[in-house]
């Protein structure tokens, strides 16, 4: 079995990225995707730890793209640190992340809540900061009771704390990732809030620009669920991936490799990524 999407504390997961390699590989895991949020500074640490504990490790990032109802977001694969069009936008969007900690740091002082950058930072155990680190801070200084009690009554979309973040196309993240050379995977589709027919029907434009696979095999999905998108997967010539979105204690309900405890990922989608990076 394998984990196709997984977070560190190099964006908002709880466990650094040898850690997670750990947990795979105790998992018995054969191979691991980490994608962090809009970066790829943890991989060289993975890459490490996925070497000793003899698991391959499967390079990667999530992006968040503009799009409405819901929200879209698209996993990278076979990405790697350096030069090239999808490491460009990652630069980008890491700034815009920075800037955005530092105006949502004078949102809660003006809202009378005595916070800093640096204890923030001081939750994160990483050099990207996010909302998950901000809630873990104001559960610490008593300001929130629960970590989704910052989010509910502060940080999350609406709430008087709440900072918009800089989105790019799905268009610009698919060309960006081919011209680095890596393969797309619109991940939690059911996220993007669309009935099954325009759900099908937005995946279809996403594949004739580019996209490769849909996850499929989600940690949070029923069974049905997960069997009619890997219906909508196979007529339209994608790879049905999956992948439990592990965060450690920011979703304590997953568990890498196996969700909720059913969810199992076959090493043949990988194969089939492979095969298609190839083609």
Do not use: W
């Amino acid at each position: 079995m394998i984990d196709l999407h997984c977070h560190s504390t190099c964006s908002d997961g709880s466990e650094s990225p040898a850690s997670l390699v750990r947990l795979a590989a105790g998992a018995g895991l054969s191979a691991l995707a980490l994608t962090d949020h809009d970066g790829l500074s943890g991989l060289r640490e993975a890459e490490e730890a996925a070497c000793s504990a003899g698991i391959e490790l499967v390079p990667g990032c999530e992006v968040s793209c503009a799009f409405s109802p819901g929200s879209l977001h698209i996993l990278c694969y076979f990405v790697e640190e350096g030069d090239g069009p999808l490491q460009s936008q990652l630069e980008r969007l890491r700034a815009d992340r920075a800037s955005r900690n530092e105006r949502l740091v004078a949102r809660l002082n003006e809202l009378g809540i005595e916070i800093t950058l640096e204890e923030v930072a001081a939750e994160a155990g990483g050099d990207t900061l996010g909302r998950p680190h901000f809630a873990a801070a104001l559960v610490r200084k008593g300001v929130s009771g629960s970590y989704q009690a910052a989010f509910d009554d502060l940080l999350g979309k609406g709430g008087p704390a709440y900072i918009p973040k800089a989105f790019v196309s799905a268009e610009e993240t698919l060309a960006a990732a081919a011209g680095s050379r890596a393969l797309t995977v619109l991940a939690h589709p059911l996220s993007l809030s669309l009935a099954p027919p325009a759900l099908e029907s937005f995946v279809i434009s996403l594949r004739e620009a580019g996209l490769t696979g849909m996850e499929c095999l989600y940690g949070r999905y029923a069974p049905e669920e997960r069997a009619g998108l890997v219906r909508i997967a196979e007529r339209n010539g994608l790879v049905a991936t999956g992948g439990s979105d592990y965060h450690g204690s920011f979703k304590p309900d997953l568990a890498v490799g196996v969700g909720r405890g059913d969810l199992e990922v076959p090493d043949s989608v990988l194969s089939a990524l492979k095969e298609r990076r190839t083609a």
